[in-house]
Every structure is written in structure tokens, then in C-alpha cells.
């Protein structure tokens, strides 16, 4: 099925980030002409480490979503829109949101006007959130669950989405999103907690220092390895009965915070150690308690399922952070 991109042309916004590279890797790998835009802001989370391997085989251009005039001549002629430019900080979102909303909501809309005028036969992929749906009443969380954002991050974030939803349904632009729960991997931002806390938490038991575990510990998580992320934008990009669709991604592995640390150290060779900490208020004031998603709707639409346990995943992470660490941190 992923043949179907080769000799395709296909853009990636956030595309020197995290999940844009992976997925850029892959689409390398299969034969697709790549396109990467991405703004390297420093607090984001592109990284030209992320893509070393193919920088020779894509074409890159560093500019911002937020361009319009850029977004308008960069769509002209793409097949697919993997759309994974983003701010991703939660609390960054609580004290600049004016930036959070320019880039993850206005941004948005300009992306999808430029495609509506300029490429309306383009096929996006939208990078949505679990977060849009706050603090659970109930679990697993599927795609019915009420969306209550708890910062504004998950407010612009949801809006994002609903815009790509509503240009599929109003004008017709084939546009899915994908709701993703905590994912981790290889070039993943480590040098602080902007995108993932496991990232912060590698970086701490790399150098050294003690993995801090926020509240109780007992906060239970699911976790999808960058790897079948990546299967499940390409699955949506491919499969008609995906647009205008919303997935939920989602790990079967359910685990809480303490587990985890004691699982990353014991991938870890056995090495390090982990404190259990007061929540900061900045963070305590917009975390979400226990979260695990229902995946169950894109197994059913599309035959996505994830493939990477856990414990495979954390250590693979591990060996490549212990190869390249000075380049992330």
C-alpha cells in the first residue's frame, strides 16, 4: 500500500521536528519526492540533526506556516500536506497565547485557504491532540468523548482541527486528523519538556541525574512508538474512507508514571534513579490525571494498529540518544 507514494509529491510542514522527519525518512525510502518546511525556531522542535541521513534526498525550505505568501507557492503541484507544523508546549501556550494561536490555529486556516485557491486536489493529514480532551470521564477516551480543553494549547489545537474537518465537508479539500497520545522515539526533543516529558526524562538519565516524577506517579498513560505514528499518518493520507475523518492513536500497553521511570531504567542497562516531586503549579493547574485513548475506530476504518511495545521502543530510543546526544541537547 505505502508504494503508492513512490514518485508522489508530498510537502511536510514541521518537517524538520520530530514525527516530520520520521515520516519523511520513510517516504524517502519509498521513492516520494519530499518537501520540508519548517521554521527552525529554537523553542520548537526542528532539528537539522533529524534529518542528516536525507538532507541530500528532500528538498528543504525554512520558512513559517505563519507566511502566507511562502504556504501559496509551497502546496502548487503536492499530492499530500502532512500538516505537523505546531507550537506543542502546554504551559508555553498559557503564558504567550497570542503566538500559540497564530501558529496553531491562524496558521492553520491560511494553510487550508492557500490549498483551497492554489491545490484543491491535494490529500492533509492534520497532527491533532489528545489533549482537546482535557481531563477524561471516562476511559478509554474515544472520538465521542466531550472535547473540554483544559489550556490553549488544546483550544487552538482543537480549532485546528475542526477547521480541516470543515474544509473537507464545506469545500470539498480531502483533509483527516489524527489525535495522537504520547509519542516518543528518535529525534524527539530532549532538551527540555516542550514536546513530550520523556524526552526531558532520557536527557536526565543520560547525564546522569534523577528522572523527577511529577504528584503521585500513579497518573496512568498510553504511549505510541514515532514508528507507528508514522504508518498511521500514511494509512490515513492513502485511504479514501479517512476523509473527513478524526482517529484517535493509541498504545495497548496502559502503564503509570512510576512504572514508566522504573521501565526507562531498566532499558537503561539498569542505570539511574527517579524522585517523585511536587507538581509544579504551572503544571498542576492543567494536568488531565489518568489518560489512555480507544483506538479502536481507525482499526476498524483503516486496519491501523500499533506494532512497537513499549519496552522495544524505550530502549531503541535510548540507543539513538546515546549515539547523537550532543546534537539534541
Not at 507544523?85 to 503564558?95: E, K, L, N, Y
Not at 519538556?193 to 498513560?221: C, H, M, S
Not at 494509512?235 to 526507562?264: C, H, K, P, S, Y
Not at 488531565?288 to 480507544?294: E, F, L, M
Request: charged residues 25%; hydrophobic residues 35%.
Amino acid at each position: 500500500m505505502e508504494s503508492s507514494f513512490q514518485n508522489s509529491k508530498v510537502l511536510i510542514t514541521g518537517g524538520i521536528g520530530f514525527i516530520g522527519s520520521n515520516i519523511a525518512k520513510r517516504l524517502v525510502d519509498i521513492g516520494a519526492q519530499v518537501t520540508l518546511v519548517d521554521s527552525l525556531i529554537s523553542e520548537y522542535g526542528g532539528n537539522l540533526a533529524n534529518i542528516e541521513g536525507i538532507k541530500d534526498k528532500v528538498r528543504v525550505n525554512i520558512s513559517d506556516v505563519r507566511d502566507e505568501h511562502s504556504m501559496k507557492y509551497l502546496v502548487q503541484g503536492q499530492d499530500y500536506l502532512f500538516n505537523l507544523a505546531g507550537q506543542t508546549s502546554h504551559v508555553d501556550s498559557m503564558q504567550n497565547p497570542f503566538t500559540d494561536l497564530e501558529i496553531n490555529c491562524r496558521a492553520q486556516l491560511s494553510i487550508l485557504e492557500v490549498c483551497r485557491k492554489y491545490n484543491p486536489e491535494i490529500k492533509i493529514v492534520f497532527a491533532s491532540t489528545r489533549q482537546i480532551y482535557g481531563k477524561p470521564d471516562y476511559l478509554p477516551v474515544d472520538e465521542k468523548h466531550l472535547l473540554r480543553p483544559v489550556d490553549v494549547n488544546g483550544i487552538n489545537k482543537m480549532a485546528g482541527e475542526w477547521y480541516h474537518i470543515l474544509y473537507n465537508n464545506v469545500h470539498g479539500l480531502r483533509s483527516s486528523a489524527l489525535r495522537l497520545t504520547n509519542t516518543y522515539g528518535p529525534c524527539m526533543r530532549i532538551k527540555d519538556a516542550r514536546q513530550t516529558f520523556v524526552g526531558i526524562w532520557i536527557r536526565n538519565l543520560l547525564e546522569g541525574k534523577p528522572i523527577l516524577v511529577f504528584g503521585d506517579g500513579l497518573q496512568l498513560r498510553d504511549f505510541n512508538y514515532v514508528d507507528d505514528v508514522v504508518d498511521a499518518f500514511l494509512a490515513t493520507a492513502l485511504d479514501r474512507n479517512a476523509d473527513g475523518q478524526v482517529f484517535n492513536t493509541g498504545g495497548d500497553e496502559r502503564i503509570n508514571l512510576l512504572d514508566l521511570a522504573e521501565m526507562l531504567i531498566e532499558c537503561n542497562n539498569g542505570q539511574g534513579s527517579y524522585e517523585v516531586v511536587p507538581f509544579p503549579e504551572d503544571r498542576k493547574a492543567i494536568d488531565i490525571g489518568d489518560y489512555y485513548s480507544d483506538y479502536s475506530r481507525m482499526n476498524q476504518e483503516i486496519g491501523w494498529t500499533p506494532r512497537v511495545g513499549l519496552r522495544e521502543g524505550l530502549t531503541k530510543t535510548l540507543a539513538y540518544y546515546s549515539e547523537v546526544f550532543d546534537k539534541y541537547v
